[in-house]
T-cell receptor
Framework: DQQVKQNSPSLSVQEGRISILNCDYT??????FLWYKKYPAEGPTFLIS?????DKNEDGRFTVFLNKSAKHLSLHIVPSQPGDSAVYFC????????????FGTGTRLKVLA | DAMVIQNPRYQVTQFGKPVTLSCSQT?????MYWYQQKSSQAPKLLFH???????NEADTPDNFQSRRPNTSFCFLDIRSPGLGDAAMYLC?????????????FGNGTRLTVT
């Protein structure tokens, strides 16, 4: 049972344009959501997070939006740069529960120069 | 810099030969995790420690064991590796509390079983 889903395995975007990566979850107890970026042969690197008490969090070129009623979150990257090309994972956890973080399968983003 | 360090980066073992992967952290986080990631799949949680309390996932095979002798170190033991255990093994840490804390990952150990 996949509690966190990333339905787009890959995405290509032109440099300078917006990249939108999507993530859906099924467990209504999740209250903390994260995005990670992973390059080949490296561990995932934390990008940005959002608590369920917010619907938007912004950090530089990265913005995460949370729609609790739809159980959906998205990561926006504006403007996209070739160095953003990587696999992006979303993850979710229950902060008052078991401290487990559940990951999606990832979306491979390719930013074309 | 505070960080999570995994050794070795690459490990080759023979079918059925026990292998141990190690992880250390300088972040002083109270929770440590082991994830298994196979190609094009989500990182899968094997188990985690909250301080010394061990939490095993229900579907983690008995072949996988873990030890956390102190706050800084955590080990993953694979007692009898099979070909299906070839994967990237990721260690991560987090600090419990507040409205949430991100996981901090090491660079992983890629395990090959021959």
């Amino acid at each position: 049972d996949q509690q966190v889903k990333q339905n787009s395995p890959s995405l290509s975007v032109q440099e300078g344009r917006i990249s939108i990566l999507n993530c859906d979850y099924t467990n209504s107890m999740f209250d903390y959501f994260l995005w990670y970026k992973k390059y080949p042969a490296e561990g995932p690197t934390f990008l940005i997070s959002i608590s369920s008490i917010k619907d938007k969090n912004e950090d530089g070129r990265f913005t995460v939006f949370l729609n609790k009623s739809a159980k959906h979150l998205s990561l926006h990257i504006v403007p996209s740069q070739p160095g953003d090309s990587a696999v992006y994972f979303c993850a979710a956890s229950e902060t008052s529960g078991t401290y487990k973080y559940i990951f999606g399968t990832g979306t491979r983003l390719k930013v074309l120069a | 810099d505070a960080m999570v360090i995994q050794n070795p980066r690459y490990q080759v073992t023979q079918f059925g030969k026990p292998v141990t992967l190690s992880c250390s952290q300088t972040l002083n986080h109270n929770v440590m995790y082991w994830y298994q990631q196979k190609s094009s799949q989500a990182p899968k949680l094997l188990f985690h420690y909250y301080d010394k309390d061990f939490n095993n996932e229900a579907d983690t095979p008995d072949n996988f064991q873990s030890r956390r002798p102190n706050t800084s170190f955590c080990f993953l033991d694979i007692r009898s590796p099979g070909l299906g255990d070839a994967a990237m093994y990721l260690c991560a840490t987090s600090r419990v509390g507040g409205l949430g804390s991100p996981l901090h990952f090491g660079n992983g150990t890629r395990l090959t079983v021959t």
